[in-house]
């Protein structure tokens, strides 16, 4: 099972991503349910880095293990609703696949 937890700042910008563990719908380096998880943060992650405000440290050190922590540099109205949003693309793409795939990925949130 893979377990994404998203974390959200003041007015639900985004803090941090954290995605554990294999969906075990397929072998690895097969699993459509994995890619799907991985694509989705990674995604977020690479929209992230264009934004010269956003800190961001990111880890994929460990296969079946991906997560990302952000802060904005300083405050700014186009950051945090971009961060906003960002937790908002996360959030429906996991819960999509948390819809379709019940026994291969939860999505927790704090």
């Given at each position: 099972?893979?377990?994404?937890?998203?974390?959200?700042?003041?007015?639900?910008?985004?803090?941090?991503?954290?995605?554990?563990?294999?969906?075990?719908?397929?072998?690895?380096?097969?699993d459509?349910?994995?890619?799907?998880?991985?694509?989705?943060?990674?995604?977020?992650?690479?929209?992230?880095?264009h934004?010269?405000?956003?800190?961001?440290?990111?880890?994929?050190?460990?296969?079946g293990?991906?997560?990302?922590k952000?802060?904005?540099?300083?405050?700014?109205?186009?950051?945090?609703?971009?961060?906003?949003?960002?937790?908002?693309?996360?959030?429906?793409?996991i819960?999509?696949?948390?819809?379709?795939?019940?026994?291969?990925?939860?999505?927790?949130?704090?």
């Amino acid at each position: 099972m893979t377990t994404v937890t998203l974390s959200y700042g003041k007015n639900g910008a985004l803090k941090k991503c954290q995605a554990n563990g294999h969906a075990h719908f397929s072998k690895k380096g097969n699993d459509i349910v994995c890619a799907a998880v991985t694509v989705l943060i990674r995604t977020a992650m690479q929209v992230l880095s264009h934004n010269e405000n956003v800190l961001m440290i990111a880890d994929a050190s460990t296969r079946g293990n991906l997560s990302f922590k952000v802060e904005a540099k300083s405050e700014d109205s186009v950051t945090e609703t971009q961060l906003i949003c960002i937790g908002d693309f996360l959030r429906t793409g996991i819960l999509a696949l948390t819809k379709e795939f019940p026994e291969n990925v939860i999505l927790t949130e704090d």
